[in-house]
T-cell receptor
Framework: DAMVIQNPRYQVTQFGKPVTLSCSQTLNHNVMYWYQQKSSQAPKLLFHYYDKDFNNEADTPDNFQSRRPNTSFCFLDIRSPGLGDAAMYLCATSRVQGGTEAFFGQGTRLTVV | AQRVTQPEKLLSVFKGAPVELKCNYS??????LFWYVQYSRQRLQLLLR??SRESIKGFTADLNKGETSFHLKKPFAQEEDSAMYYCAPPLGTFGEGTQLTVNP
């Protein structure tokens, strides 16, 4: 009965090779978020979509992009992964923008070799 | 912007002891705050929201506007409470997190 599903759970990519992480939700929530979580650190918000409106955090590198083709799916594209991009990437959803709880996926562990 | 601070990165208590995980916020207006928990190898999940004033797994959290705090408390800690706890506003920025370890 998973409601926010991230695929794959583990992803290995080569330095500089584009990679895409996927997230889907069955909650029909308006808002979808992408977080980056490095070891022993708090999740860091990269960007979020409110419906089709994209909201980028000021300090998110241009190397990170996102797409949301429909309500259910959201993708995180890393155009040229560096070693410093190795992390757990978390997808989350919420019903509205602010004021409600977020539901998280299991995360995708990205390794860059 | 809404900001929260969790001053303790690590907290260790013995089973049966009271535990308090601190969270302070620093923005005006009526804050909306949540506590999330991440057990080992599990997804991040909501533990408490301030508006519900409920008790989940024995934990409570009261919003103290005078002290700008939203501390998480449990009178008798259990080993299964060992986890990472994050205080967060509704959108975006999490606190740094507190790793709670409950020793037998």
């Amino acid at each position: 009965d998973a409601m926010v599903i991230q695929n794959p759970r583990y992803q290995v990519t080569q330095f500089g090779k584009p990679v895409t992480l996927s997230c889907s939700q069955t909650l029909n929530h308006n808002v979808m978020y992408w977080y980056q979580q490095k070891s022993s650190q708090a999740p860091k918000l990269l960007f979020h979509y409110y419906d089709k409106d994209f909201n980028n955090e000021a300090d998110t590198p241009d190397n990170f992009q996102s797409r949301r083709p429909n309500t259910s799916f959201c993708f995180l594209d890393i155009r040229s992964p560096g070693l410093g991009d190795a992390a757990m990437y978390l997808c989350a959803t919420s019903r509205v923008q602010g004021g409600t709880e977020a539901f998280f996926g299991q995360g995708t562990r990205l390794t860059v070799v | 912007a809404q900001r929260v601070t969790q001053p303790e990165k690590l907290l260790s208590v013995f089973k049966g002891a009271p535990v308090e995980l601190k969270c302070n916020y620093s923005y005006s207006g009526s804050p909306e705050l949540f506590w999330y928990v991440q057990y080992s190898r599990q997804r991040l999940q909501l533990l408490l929201r301030h508006i519900s004033r409920e008790s989940i797994k024995g934990f409570t959290a009261d919003l103290n506007k005078g002290e700008t705090s939203f501390h998480l408390k449990k009178p008798f800690a259990q080993e299964e409470d060992s986890a990472m706890y994050y205080c967060a506003p509704p959108l975006g920025t999490f606190g740094e997190g507190t790793q709670l370890t409950v020793n037998p």
